[in-house]
């Protein structure tokens, strides 16, 4: 099963296992990763599951659609590699993912 | 009783307020016990899939489950049910169960939710004929979506639209029936419910407005639905779509103060101090509406809930109270809606119907209250963020396309 670093804002690290075509946002939310709060569960409607990607995944990881750039300009603290988890699924290809969380969702 | 001498916990509900309220306690560190009673068989989980990603069959359950059930255990919260909590004694401070066991508590949480409404009708436990409003209801409704069937939805409000266009989607015919003159009447202006009903009309499906089921046909299944005014719709099946009642039995039963709701103060806190009332079964003063008393059923609303209560009994900084906010999913349309409509007096909108990408706003006086953002996701985090912090745009700046939305927030005052 692919693995997830989630690196909080204060530098803890939380690795994860999470099953293909789940989404980043929903392995970290089923593991307690403080820091991701996706209070809409993944509808797209609220923009609490912000990440950062590690650049050196951002090829892999694709570009944000344009519904979510939409919701992400809204967002806090938003930086060239900003992406709601929410719509990032996990693959195989994916396998080593590393994703650092915002100060804050809200 | 202050916060540090609670050891004990309650929860009745283990829908997603209650299942978040016992998330959240311990994570931000109470270390007494947690007790969640649920009345459904599964552990906590996200209704609002249910009428839409769950119900065509793109999301299984396991996706649907708020955490695994396995977490639970493991945080040493007891998860029990299908178990009733079925008396609050409030003066020992116990909760009876079925079965009569009886729990004592220090704190309790009331997240009972709500039922949905039964059609008051002759012919309405027919087999074929389903209320909507668990994952149970869901999984009994989905075989019956086969294509070329003919369902009719009684009800046109979020749940009854959202069913309708799934079950178009699967190829089923499909009629609405519903009382009102227009859909959404209870939720939308009649410009935004407009576009609803030309968007569902367009997508094939039929309304009866202004139509009143008198009676549901059938001998042991349904096969149809009569009218009042001599009309005549054949069903394979049926839903009732007809709104929900706040489950306030226990409440009632001991004394709380309810009214449409358990009612409670800012803090989720009922009229007994060690007992607090949260998601669609508790009606609170809202902040950014003048304190104004509102029952809301909603996400927002649980998540909301569990928030301030477990700040109040972890003694962490009060939560923040976020603007209030909904979703709805019809087809390819995302429509999203922040703060509360109600006694709005100017709709104004950005962005035209005709592109099925827009936004309405709506006004009191000067005062942006709420908007309705379809496929526009930009016009309603800025409006969900205006109305969180009292801020207006003037409505002839607002509807003003030619500056990005981003560029009218930063600017408002």
């Known amino acids: 099963m692919p693995k997830i670093t989630y690196i909080e804002h204060n530098g803890k690290e939380h690795v994860v296992e999470a099953p293909n075509g789940q989404t980043v946002m929903e392995a970290a939310v089923k593991h307690a990763v403080p820091g991701i709060d996706a209070d809409c569960g993944g509808a797209c409607a609220c ?18 659609g344009s519904m979510e750039q ?37 | 009783m202050t916060t540090g001498e609670i050891k004990r916990i309650i929860i009745i509900g283990a829908g997603q307020a209650g299942g978040e309220t016992a998330q959240r306690l311990r994570q931000g560190g109470f270390a007494g016990d947690i007790t969640l009673i649920g009345e459904e068989p599964a552990a906590p989980y996200q209704r609002p899939p249910l009428s839409k990603a769950y119900l065509k069959g793109e999301l299984p359950m396991e996706r649907l489950l708020l955490r695994p059930p396995s977490v639970y255990a493991e945080e040493h919260v007891t998860f029990v049910s299908p178990v009733k909590a079925v008396w609050i004694d409030r003066a020992s401070r116990k909760v009876r169960v079925e079965g009569g066991r009886e729990l004592p508590y220090d704190a309790l949480v009331l997240a009972t939710g ?37 369902l009719i939805v009684i009800g046109a409000g979020y749940i009854g639209l959202e069913v309708a266009a799934v079950a178009r989607q699967l190829g089923l015919e499909v009629t609405i029936v519903e009382t009102a003159v227009r859909p959404l009447a209870r939720v939308t202006s009649p410009e935004v419910a407009g576009f609803f009903l030309d968007e569902h009309t367009r997508q094939g499906v039929r309304f009866v407005l202004g139509g009143q089921p008198a009676l549901i046909k059938g001998k042991d299944r349904v096969t149809g639905v009569a009218l009042a005014d001599g009309g005549d719709l054949p069903a394979d099946i049926v839903i009732a779509g007809i ?28 009229s007994d101090p060690n007992i607090f009332a949260i998601g669609d079964c508790a009606a609170r003063p809202m902040a950014h509406y003048d304190n104004r008393v509102c029952r809301l059923e909603s996400v927002h609303n649980a998540v909301e809930g569990a928030k301030i209560v477990a700040a109040i009994i972890t003694g962490a900084k009060p939560h923040a109270v976020e603007a209030p906010w909904f979703w709805s999913d019809q087809y390819d349309l995302k429509l999203q809606i922040a703060g509360l409509f109600q006694g709005y007096d100017h709709v104004v909108f950005r962005g035209v119907m005709a592109d099925r990408s827009f936004a309405a706003f709506y006004y009191k006086g000067d005062r942006l209250i709420a908007v309705d953002a379809v496929n526009r996701p930009g016009e309603y985090l800025g ?20 500056k990005p939305m981003k560029e009218l927030v930063a600017a408002a005052r």
């Open chain 1, 47 to 64: 923009a609490t599951c912000h990440v950062y990607v590690d650049p050196e995944w951002l090829a892999k990881t694709g570009e944000a």
């Open chain 1, 70 to 106: 939409s919701m992400l300009d809204f967002a806090n603290d938003v930086e060239d590699n900003s992406r709601l988890s929410c719509q990032i699924k996990v693959s195989d290809a994916l396998d080593g993912l590393v994703v650092r969380l915002p100060k804050s969702q809200h």
């Open chain 2, 114 to 150: 709500a039922r949905p409404r039964k059609l008051p009708l002759v012919g309405a436990d027919l087999e074929g004929v389903h209320l909507f409003r668990t994952a149970a209801d869901a999984d009994a409704v989905r075989p019956s979506l086969v294509a070329g069937k003919k």
């Open chain 2, 243 to 270: 709104g929900v009642t706040p489950e306030t039995t226990l409440a009632q039963h001991c004394g709380l103060s309810v009214d449409n709701g358990v009612v409670t103060d800012a803090a989720c806190r009922t």
């Open chain 2, 383 to 402: 409006a969900k963020m205006l109305i969180q912090t009292g801020r207006t745009i003037a409505q002839d700046v607002i509807a003003d396309e030619s």
